[in-house]
């Protein structure tokens, strides 16, 4: 039997309210994308089909602004990237589409090679500075991410844990990893200091996020099919997954079974906690260890919109308040990145310019430090602003003795 929740199904449900369009920061930004109503339900219910796809769908960003507005629980985003695969069956992908979508591969590539990273860097460098990236189709004007001398999963094998009989494995994500190892770390700190010894499975995949929005459905397919496999292996010992990365929390907790339509989805999910989401249930169950320094921090919080989309509320600020930090959410919409869009030159202007209203916001300063708990978020405040943000669970980390 189909599962009703699948993203294909939902489309039924639209009222034509136009809520998803007025919350939509792409048809915001520019006249020429017809928006969520038009591109989603509406066209995906009546054609879905390659031959009339529809010419603006390549605006969506999946920053899922829309699914969160909808009054009738349409997967608006979701049909979105249903259709862009339709389209990427019969065209073919560009040399820059190819690169953004395949972060990981570049990531494994780089570290097979001694001082890979370093000379990764260096040529993203050049790559920048004589106009190569731009040429490719990516957004010149960006600096790519840098990769981290040790990535996360060699460093994790140095870190003495300190934490007793309880366990949770740890779904790294490929920014962590390969770019910002630190978070890890911190993450490994806070767990420890909690009671967890922290696992990482090295036959986890990329979350697929970067293909979905990219066209390589049959792709992400596969990388869903093993991380829930493992993900349920997990959960038949009792183990949750827990990432400290809020899109790929939201993928491996709801993008799977919406796209996908199999019932081993939701199983896996139901094992799969976001960071703080993970932290604010010991808090409910009296078992978070609350032998904290006090935080005393004026912390500006760009929330991700894919944590919004989770509705699971705040979780890193409440805690964050509750050890005394002053945290002001920067209440300036999406940020404009969306993961890889902004990534791509036809796409930077419009990333910068819904990004505008956080960066200004930034631009303050009233603040000691500006967090965030998704990586790409984190790069486009520090591109837009000059400011750079770093993830809430370093801030917690740090408060631990
Ligand atoms: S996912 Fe974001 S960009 Fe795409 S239609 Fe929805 S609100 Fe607009
Ligand atoms: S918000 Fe939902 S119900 Fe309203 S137009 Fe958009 S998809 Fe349809």
């Not at 989309?309 to 308040?321: D, F, R, S, V, Y």
Request: proline fraction near 4%; include cysteine; charge should be neutral.
């Amino acid at each position: 039997m189909s599962d009703k929740t699948q993203a294909i199904f939902t489309g039924d449900r639209c009222l034509s309210c136009t809520s998803c369009m007025a919350n939509c920061p792409v048809m915001a930004a520019i006249k020429d994308y017809r928006g969520p109503k038009l591109v989603g339900p509406a066209h995906g219910r009546m054609h879905f089909s390659q031959e009339d796809i529809e010419a603006t769908l390549e605006f969506c960003s999946n920053c899922k602004s829309c699914d969160r507005a909808c009054p009738s629980g349409v997967a608006v985003s979701t049909l979105n990237m249903l259709q862009r695969a339709e389209y990427y069956k019969t065209h073919p992908h560009t040399q820059a589409e190819d690169m953004i979508a395949h972060g990981e591969r570049a990531g494994k590539m780089v570290r097979m090679m001694p001082f890979g990273a370093t000379f990764a860097n260096i040529g993203m460098e050049f790559g920048k500075t004589l106009g190569i990236f731009s040429k490719l189709g990516l957004a010149g004007e960006r600096d790519m991410p840098a990769y981290a001398s040790t990535p996360f999963k060699d460093l994790y094998s140095r870190i003495k844990q300190t934490a007793g009989g309880k366990k949770i494995v740890m779904f790294t994500g490929c920014f962590i990893n390969d770019n910002e190892p630190q978070v890890g770390e911190a993450f490994v700190k806070v767990m420890n200091a909690n009671g967890y010894e922290v696992l990482i499975d090295k036959g986890f995949n990329c979350c697929g996020s970067p293909l979905v929005v990219t066209g390589y459905l049959d792709e992400a397919k596969q990388h869903a099919d093993n991380n829930a496999d493992r993900i349920l292996e997990w959960k038949k010992k009792g183990i949750p997954v827990v990432t400290p990365c809020t899109s790929c929390s939201l993928m491996l907790k709801e993008e799977y079974h919406e796209l996908f339509a199999e019932h081993k989805f939701h199983e896996a999910a139901e094992n799969v906690y976001d960071a703080f989401e993970f932290l604010e249930i010991l808090q409910e169950r009296g078992e978070f260890n609350d032998n904290v320094k006090p935080i005393s921090q004026k912390l500006l919080y760009h929330v991700p919109c894919h944590l919004k989309c989770q509705a699971i509320g705040l979780p890193a600020a409440n805690i964050l308040e509750e050890f005394g930090a002053n945290v002001q959410t920067a209440d300036a919409g999406c940020c404009g990145i969306s993961g890889n869009y902004g990534f791509r030159k036809d796409k930077y202007d419009i990333s910068m310019k819904i990004g505008a209203k956080l960066f200004e916001r930034v631009k303050r300063k009233d603040f000691d430090k500006v967090i965030s708990d998704c990586g790409t978020c984190r790069m486009q405040i520090h591109h837009g602003s000059g400011i750079k943000p770093c993830h809430p669970i370093e801030i917690l980390a740090a408060a631990y003795q």
